[in-house]
Each structure stands twice: as structure tokens, then as C-alpha cells.
């Protein structure tokens, strides 16, 4: 860490000097405006005027990339805030991997199309803006639609239904759709100190909080699609389980399902209160998925694999609640309140 002097220009003006090699690095000369920004703690934070304008294009050469791999590149430039990613061939034309591996990129990221396209280059523009969402509101979307996803995997589950193991299954794509964007709202708010404002946040800090929470409610999404692919890969799609055990599956569920939402209101409401709630909720069921196992009767060691399938995947899904609960309190922690005060 450099240390730099203070010095008065003025009756009411103090001023400090740049680091050369920062400067360098940004371009910056004199006669530039960057923008300066007041953060909590007594923070001051500098910003270039590139810093504000950011990375706006991108180009990926797609010679030596194969078509898994070019289209993972697409993912990581649309998550970095490109706004324009273009696609090229240098040696030839793009073939018919390379042009399918971006048209299903293109599927799989909110606000991606295609603008240009000649045999040896493709443009795709992201139309997201991202003061058309808060990082809040798209956590709570993110977990209502794993809770959907569960709900309709657990009915699937209890009626022998691939329809609506199937419908499971298809709102997979639109989970990870959200979860793709808010990685893209993460980084850019990230790289650029200016967009935490406009996502709905006051600092960058809670942004290490927010990735590791929406990791964690896609994986409660993947976990509802395990329940659908079991009931859709069993015979006859049906898993058959006695009323009493499927009762208590299904209040297991809906106790799952109260701890996830309260797990997510605690991070976006910083609240320490409903931490504890979430908590204590989670310890009534942190041997569910043993007890109602160890109560099923004698039955074939496939369709015993198959509900355990179903019981890890709620169990886990509790557990991944708890780790959002877990953020939360360090979150609410972090400021005063009737808990805690910050000297």
C-alpha cells in the first residue's frame, strides 16, 4: 500500500497526487476527468473515464476452439458485460459447429441475439441494461423458480406424472437464464464501482455475498431437476411410496421450501432475525431425510434408491438455504442495529 501527502491548493481545496504507474495503466493524462466516489468507512474511490464507458465488444477467434468450447468463451464474455461478442474465423469460414455453438449460446443468455452474420463472422449484441434489474430482485426470481421447479418435481414424484416432471425440467433453462445474468450484474457492478447503485446496492461489499447466494440457489434449481429426472427415468414413472411416507415428503417439502424463502428475504433484507428463523427451522429437519427412510417398509433396492434420490435432494436444498442464511447474517452484521453496534 502507497501512502501519498495531502496538499492545500487552496483557502478550502486539498488535493493528492496520482500514482504514475495507475495512471499508465488507465490512460490517464492531464486535463482527464474520472469520476471520484464517497463509499462507506470513509472510502474515496477513483475511477478513469474508461471505468464508466467499461469493455463494450469483445472478439473471439474460433480457429482452435471446438464448438463446446467457443461457446462456453460466448458465456464468459456475456458474464464479463460485453456488449458486443464477435465471433471470427481467420483461417476460413466459420463452420456448422462453431455458427450451432453460438445460436445455443445464444438460447441459453437473457438479452442475446444475433445482428450481423457473414461465412466468416457472427455479432451478438446483449440488450440488458443493467438498471433494468436490482441484484435483489432477481435472487428472489432465482428462488421462486427452484421453489416452483420443487413443487412441481415433488407432485410429479407423488402422482406419477412426466408432465409436470417434464414442466420441471423445461424451467431449468430459464433458472440458469437468471443465474447467467446475475453473474453478469455481479462483475460489471464489480468492475465498475458506479453500477452498484444502479443494481441496487449502496457498496460494492456485498457483491462476493450475492455470488456465492445465487450459486447456491441454482444449485437448489438442479436439485429440484434431480427429482423430475428420477420420476421421468423410473418405470412407468411411478415411484410407489405408502400415504404416511408420502405425507411426510411433502411436509418435508414444504418446510424445505419455507426455510429457501426465508433464507433469500434474510440476504435481501439484511435481516439477522430471520437468519435465526431460518436456523432454527433447519434444525427440525436436519434428520428428516434419515428418519423417513429408516420408516419405509421393505421394499426393492431400486425403488429405495429412488426415493433416497428424492430425500438428498430436499435434504440438500435445506442445506444450501442455510449457507444463503449463513451470508445473510454477515451481511446484517455489518451495520447497526438492536444486535450490534459498530464503534
Known amino acids: 500500500m502507497e501512502t501519498r501527502k495531502v496538499q492545500r491548493l487552496g483557502p478550502s481545496t486539498l488535493a493528492m497526487t496520482l500514482p504514475a504507474e495507475w495512471a499508465r495503466a488507465h490512460d490517464v493524462e492531464k486535463g482527464d476527468e474520472v469520476s471520484v466516489r464517497m463509499g462507506g468507512k470513509g472510502t474515496l474511490t477513483v475511477l478513469p473515464e474508461s471505468a464508466s464507458k467499461g469493455d463494450s465488444s469483445a472478439i473471439i477467434t474460433a480457429d482452435n476452439l471446438e464448438a463446446e468450447a467457443l461457446e462456453r468463451a460466448i458465456v464468459a464474455q456475456y458474464v464479463l458485460g460485453r456488449r458486443v461478442i464477435h465471433v471470427k474465423k481467420t483461417n476460413g469460414t466459420l463452420n456448422s459447429a462453431h455458427i450451432n455453438a453460438v445460436y445455443k449460446a445464444e438460447t441459453q443468455l437473457m438479452g442475446l441475439g444475433v445482428i450481423e452474420e457473414t461465412p466468416e463472422t457472427i455479432a451478438i449484441r446483449c440488450s440488458v441494461d443493467p438498471e ?42 430459464q433458472a440458469n437464464k437468471i443465474f447467467v445474468l446475475l453473474l453478469r450484474l455481479i462483475f460489471t457492478a464489480y468492475q465498475n464501482p458506479n453500477l452498484a447503485r444502479a443494481v441496487g446496492l449502496s457498496s460494492g461489499f456485498p457483491l462476493i455475498g450475492y455470488r456465492s447466494v445465487a450459486k447456491n440457489l441454482e444449485l437448489t434449481a438442479d436439485n429440484a431437476e434431480d427429482i423430475a429426472t428420477t420420476v421421468v427415468n423410473s418405470e412407468d414413472h411411478l415411484i410407489e411410496v405408502n400415504d404416511t411416507a408420502m405425507r411426510r ?42 428418519e423417513i427412510l429408516s420408516d419405509l417398509p421393505d421394499m426393492p433396492n431400486a425403488k429405495l434408491l429412488q426415493i433416497r434420490e428424492v430425500l438428498v435432494s430436499l435434504q440438500h436444498t435445506a442445506e444450501y438455504a442455510m449457507r444463503n442464511a449463513e451470508i445473510a447474517a454477515n451481511l446484517a452484521l455489518n451495520k447497526q442495529s438492536s444486535h450490534v453496534s459498530i464503534e
Do not use: C, W
Request: glycine share 4%; net charge neutral; no cysteine.
Open 132 to 173: 433494468d434489474f436490482t441484484l435483489n430482485n432477481l435472487l428472489e426470481r432465482l428462488e421462486n423458480t427452484g421453489s416452483t421447479m420443487r413443487g412441481e418435481a415433488v407432485k410429479s414424484f407423488a402422482h406419477g406424472n412426466p408432465d409436470l416432471a417434464q414442466r420441471a425440467l423445461n424451467r431449468e433453462r
Open 249 to 290: 415428503i411433502r411436509d418435508f417439502t414444504d418446510q424445505v421450501d419455507e426455510i429457501t424463502q426465508i433464507a433469500v428475504q434474510s440476504v435481501v433484507e439484511r435481516d439477522y432475525d430471520k437468519t435465526v428463523a431460518a436456523r432454527s427451522l433447519f434444525k427440525k429437519i436436519r434428520n428428516r431425510e434419515t
